[in-house]
């Protein structure tokens, strides 16, 4: 049995050895620089990184509770090491002038064969340390909680997703019932646009038929004064061909007052047609609300196609015929009624 004096002998060891360790890194063991690329121990990297690396999770490891045996184990392993690593460090050309490579290679070979005893002997107590040093209870009790939190978490967003669906829901028919709404009547503006243009030239032909009216009162006027003052003076000849000339301007100034008059006639017709399709497809929504019978809004419907695709009188040819509706929509109640349930 050791005594308290040995067992801190030994710690202390293993902690200079550790700290040794500790201050070599894999690179200056290569030693490319010094020895050239044919005898540097660029080889042996890989051996040197890991052993190194081991015994740095052994320094990181806390020794409280180990035994005087495992600690003489572990220094003894630990100064083997910085007895290796040294030999790589003081190797040199003048130290083994003959056959240098073969005792470079040897050094190498020992740390990497010496590898599987350090693991077999470091290992155990490194995962003795990292053992004792958790608390599998209180880490489970963390898990336990974090798992808590995360089931909240996710049934909090599962609510928050289905009350957004829910309102997107509502939206998305929000949004349908507005398009409904808006449907048909959407369109009347085409034809408020068609009725305002028609309206715009009703008034300029009104204003033109104005002016050739009144150009006609003031050249029979003009003619009557004429005739009154110089008739008497005129020979027949000449008298003839005022008349002619007279009669000429009097049938252009008719025409024109005639056609201006027709086209205000026209613009004027298809002003109030548009208006009033304008009127029937603002108002058909109120129709389709008022009832819920099918039939009965399909009529309606019915009508809207046809205030929209029916070709009526143009109004600019006298001989256009009237649309004649009133049948047809005798037939569509009609219909309406057969089809209601006794």
Not at 193 to 203: F, L, M, Q, V, Y
Not at 259 to 286: D, I, M, P
Request: charged letters at 25%; a neutral charge.
């Amino acid at each position: 049995m050791a005594t308290t004096e040995q067992e801190k002998q030994q710690r202390e060891q293993l902690s200079q050895a550790l700290s040794k360790l500790s201050e070599i890194t894999p690179e200056s063991l290569v030693r490319l620089k010094e020895l050239g690329s044919e005898l540097s121990f660029e080889s042996g990297l890989l051996y040197f990184s890991r052993t190194l690396k081991l015994f740095k999770d052994l320094a990181a490891c806390s020794l409280d509770g180990a035994s005087y045996t495992v600690v003489s184990q572990l220094a003894t392993l630990a100064n083997q090491a910085v007895n290796e690593f040294e030999n790589v460090l003081k190797f040199s050309l003048q130290q083994y002038p003959q056959n240098p490579s073969q005792t470079r290679d040897q050094l190498i070979a020992a740390i990497r064969d010496r590898y599987d005893t350090y693991f077999a002997t470091i290992t155990p107590f490194i995962a003795y340390s990292v053992r004792k040093g958790t608390d599998f209870e209180e880490l489970s009790r963390k898990v336990t909680e974090v798992f808590k939190e995360v089931q909240q978490s996710r049934d909090e967003q599962l609510r928050i997703q289905k009350t957004q669906q829910a309102e997107s829901q509502e939206i998305l028919e929000s949004m349908r019932r507005a398009a409904a709404e808006v449907g048909v009547s959407q369109h009347a503006i085409y034809f408020k646009e068609e009725a305002d243009a028609h309206k715009k030239a009703s008034r300029n032909w009104l204003w033109a038929t104005a002016v050739i009216g009144a150009l006609t009162v003031v050249f029979a006027l003009f003619s009557i004064d004429f005739y009154s003052k110089n008739l008497p003076q005129l020979q027949v000849g000449e008298a003839l061909q005022y008349l002619a000339a007279k009669l000429f301007i009097f049938s252009v100034l008719y025409f024109g007052l005639v056609w201006a008059s027709r086209n205000y006639r026209a613009h004027q017709h298809n002003y109030v047609v548009n208006k009033h399709r304008q009127n029937g497809l603002s108002t058909f929504q109120a129709f389709v609300k008022a009832t819920d019978d099918e039939a009965t809004k399909n009529a309606v419907l019915l009508r809207s196609t046809e205030s929209i695709f029916a070709m009526g009188s143009s109004g600019f040819v006298s001989t256009d015929p009237e649309p004649q509706g009133g049948s047809q929509i005798l037939e569509i109640v009609r219909g309406v009624l057969q089809r209601r349930p006794e």
